[in-house]
């Protein structure tokens, strides 16, 4: 059965820093793309990063986080990591790690096939 559990979320000031993670089992993710998504109260989810598991690590992000936001991966633990700098309260949302084949259009939440359950992150001004 596949997981993928998130954590690291929270309340920050704007201007602060959040590492989210993923930590990922129950299959080989050697040919998947780990995503993040978010979704703020009345929007839709949004792509907002994307690595490749495989050893090229090929990352792809959404322009809004383009620069302070840094995806990885450490596949020796099996995790995900989202590093947030310099946040803004347009940040906030619900952070969702997403699993899905490498042939996939990276940015659409329909290539996803597995999720986790979300993260909330709040950015006060």
């Known amino acids: 059965q596949v997981q993928l559990v998130e954590s690291g979320g929270g309340l920050v000031q704007a201007g602060g820093s959040l590492r989210l993670s993923c930590a990922a089992s129950g299959r080989s993710f050697s040919n998947y793309v780990m995503g993040w998504f978010r979704q703020a109260p009345g929007k839709e989810r949004e792509f907002v990063a994307a690595?490749?598991?495989?050893?090229?690590?090929?990352?792809y992000y959404v322009d809004s986080v383009r620069g302070r936001f840094i995806i990885s991966i450490d596949r020796a633990k099996n995790t995900v990591y989202l590093q947030m700098n310099s946040l803004e309260p347009e940040d906030t949302a619900v952070y969702y790690c997403?699993?899905?084949?490498?042939?996939?259009?990276?940015?659409?939440?329909?290539?996803?096939?597995?999720w986790g359950r979300g993260t909330q992150v709040t950015v006060s001004s």
């Open positions: 690595i490749r598991w495989s050893l090229m690590g090929t990352t």
């Open positions: 997403a699993a899905g084949p490498a042939t996939m259009v990276v940015r659409s939440t329909s290539s996803y096939d597995y």
